[in-house]
């Protein structure tokens, strides 16, 4: 792997971007909030330093960053019904639904349920145009906060760098981000009311959600 670089988000940095997750390596990127530290989903090694990196527990899981909802069929993912409703309203944006993994599913970030049932993956589609080049670059991305645990999440890459100095391969520099901003974590729940539980109320009501779900009839199919 190169040393760490820093670089603007140009066709040469995504490109190099995406060889450093495809080799394994870790990228501090901008997204629609936060500047977030990233990898290969795929990649255990590479999961265990963002781990590391952040002084994270591992029971807190990492979300998967997507370019598109259309993603989630390679990574072998489905989302419940209810959630296809959902996610067609709010994303790309602050929603994060759960999805539920087939058996196929190559994702080392699973949440594993603990009682034999599908492991589980908190899923992503940024509302950033920079940040959707990127993924579309890179491919999904395993994602947390560019920050240690505990302290202020980063806004810019200076504040990245700070954080993690040379333990990561490569900074791509988008200027300063909006700040923290919570999603709504929303998962399927066929004893919930409206088949849902919302596991985190974020920017996005719980009233709203429930009122999407309600549209057209109320039909909680895709």
């Not at 899923?123 to 302290?151: Q, V, W, Y």
């Not at 929303?186 to 779900?213: M, N």
Request: with cysteine; aromatic share 4%; glycine share 10%.
């Amino acid at each position: 792997m190169v040393s760490t670089q820093t670089l603007k988000v140009t066709d040469e940095s995504l490109a190099l971007a995406s060889r450093v997750v495809r080799e394994g390596g870790l990228v501090v990127i901008p997204t629609d909030t936060v500047y977030g530290v990233a990898c290969d989903p795929r990649n255990r090694e590479a999961i265990s330093r963002v781990y590391e990196l952040k002084h994270r527990p591992r029971y807190k899981a990492l979300q998967v960053l997507l370019a598109s909802i259309d993603q989630l069929d390679e990574l072998g993912l489905d989302l419940p019904s209810p959630l296809n409703r959902l996610s067609a309203a709010f994303l790309p944006g602050a929603f994060s639904p759960i999805a539920v993994a087939r058996p196929d599913c190559t994702l080392a970030t699973l949440a594993d349920t603990g009682d034999g049932r599908p492991g589980t993956q908190g899923i992503r589609i940024p509302n950033s145009m920079l940040c959707l080049d990127i993924l579309r670059a890179t491919g999904p991305l395993a994602a947390s906060s560019a920050n240690r645990s505990g302290e202020e999440s980063a806004q810019s890459v200076e504040e990245a760098k700070r954080a993690f100095g040379d333990d990561v391969d490569l900074y791509l520099d988008g200027g300063p981000t909006p700040g923290h901003v919570s999603s709504t974590v929303v998962k399927a729940d066929p004893y919930g009311r409206d088949g849902i539980e919302i596991l985190r109320e974020g920017v996005i009501a719980q009233s709203v959600i429930r009122k999407a779900l309600h549209l057209n009839g109320g039909g909680l199919g895709a």
